[in-house]
């Protein structure tokens, strides 16, 4: 059973920087995506950046490149969100997920595992 654990959400003025975290269990991920999608109050979910598990390979939305890096550690089956330069418009709550996608496909697919989502507040 595949099981996802987010944390390092929090409050933080415009401008700073988070790092989120994303442990990961269950299978072995190889042929596996891992991605960051968020919810806003009264929005839908969106997504945020996707990472292949074996190659690296990585996929944005145009609203966080150049501001937010996605990666990944193979060997604590870990995914990163490091998120820079923040804005109030970021304040939502972020969901990391999983599936057997490409990073690319996990933009307009959305995944089958989700962990539990973690809050992330941005103050003006």
């Known amino acids: 059973q595949v099981q996802l654990v987010e944390s390092g959400g929090g409050l933080v003025q415009a401008g700073g920087s988070l790092r989120l975290s994303c442990a990961a269990s269950?299978?072995?991920?190889?042929?596996?995506?891992m991605g960051w999608f968020r919810q806003a109050p009264g929005k839908e979910r969106e997504f945020v950046a996707a990472?292949?598990?074996?190659?690296?390979?990585?996929y944005y939305a145009d609203s966080v490149k150049g501001r937010f890096t996605i990666s990944r550690d193979n060997a604590k089956n870990t995914v990163y969100l490091q998120m820079n330069s923040l804005k109030p418009e970021d304040t939502a709550v972020y969901y990391c997920?999983?599936?057997?996608?490409?990073?690319?496909?996990?933009?307009?697919?959305?995944?089958?595992?989700w962990g539990q989502g973690t809050q992330v507040t941005v103050s003006s």
């Open positions: 269950g299978r072995t991920f190889s042929s596996y995506a």
């Open positions: 997920a999983v599936d057997r996608l490409s990073a690319q496909a996990m933009g307009g697919i959305l995944p089958r595992y």
């Open positions: 990472i292949n598990w074996s190659y690296g390979s990585t």
